[in-house]
Antibody, heavy 120, light 106 residues
Framework: EMQLVESGGGLVQPGGSLRLSCVDS????????MGWVRQAPGKGLEWVAH????????FYLDSVKGRFTISRDNAKNSLYLQMNSLRDEDTAVYYC??????????????WGHGTLVTVS | AIQMTQSPSSLSASVGDRVTMTCRAS??????LGWYQQKPGKAPKLLIF???SLRSGVPLRFSGSGSGTDFTLTISSLQPEDLATYYC?????????FGQGTKVDI
């Protein structure tokens, strides 16, 4: 069973950097597309990025392109989000999640518990 | 970007009530839509994918319907544990976009 645990969040000044990690204790991460979704305090959900199993395909929200980089280390069952040039509006809980796929349908399941990033 | 508009933004209902909420896309998205439940202080959970397919383990009182631009999530008999905010997500085109959520109070 896939169980996702994020880490790496914290307080950072505007313009700073953070690297988020997501580890799958079920050792299944290498088989799946994986992604990140964020939620600003008291706000709704926002898709950030996702990538395929070997890193050859990846997609980003426009507002994070050029600043955030999604990557993975399948040998370590880990997904990462390198966040540079952070802005106040990047403040959010960041969730990692597995992508499920069937035909043209895609979905996020399961989700990690999230890690809070505060830019201030 | 495809805009997803959920309505109502909040609703209050009683245990046993039939509850319906909608999600409207700004352009056609076929059936490329999922519904997620987020309980207070918790991570979201998948309920429905491909507009109407129930995730394994999700109670049968949840159902989804629709295609194109108009989608519905129905809870046939509201239970106390259904207190949550419900979000739709379109995966038809990038950027993937969520609706703003429907908060269900009991």
């Amino acid at each position: 069973e896939m169980q996702l645990v994020e880490s790496g969040g914290g307080l950072v000044q505007p313009g700073g950097s953070l690297r988020l990690s997501c580890v799958d204790s079920g050792f299944l991460l290498s088989r799946y597309w994986m992604g990140w979704v964020r939620q600003a305090p008291g706000k709704g959900l926002e898709w950030v990025a996702h990538m395929n199993q070997d890193g050859s395909y990846y997609f980003y929200l426009d507002s994070v392109k050029g600043r955030f980089t999604i990557s993975r280390d399948n040998a370590k069952n880990s997904l990462y989000l390198q966040m540079n040039s952070l802005r106040d509006e990047d403040t959010a809980v960041y969730y990692c999640a597995r992508l499920g796929m069937a035909g043209s349908a895609d979905w996020f399941d399961p989700w990690g518990h999230g890690t809070l990033v505060t830019v201030s | 970007a495809i805009q997803m508009t959920q309505s109502p933004s909040s609703l209050s209902a009683s245990v046993g009530d039939r509850v319906t909420m909608t999600c409207r896309a700004s352009q056609g998205i076929s059936t490329d839509l999922g519904w997620y439940q987020q309980k207070p202080g918790k991570a979201p959970k998948l309920l429905i994918f491909a507009a109407s397919s129930l995730r394994s383990g999700v109670p049968l009182r949840f159902s989804g319907s629709g295609s194109g631009t108009d989608f519905t999530l129905t809870i046939s008999s509201l239970q106390p544990e259904d207190l949550a905010t419900y979000y739709c997500l379109q995966d038809n085109d990038y950027p993937w976009t969520f609706g703003q959520g429907t908060k269900v109070d009991i």
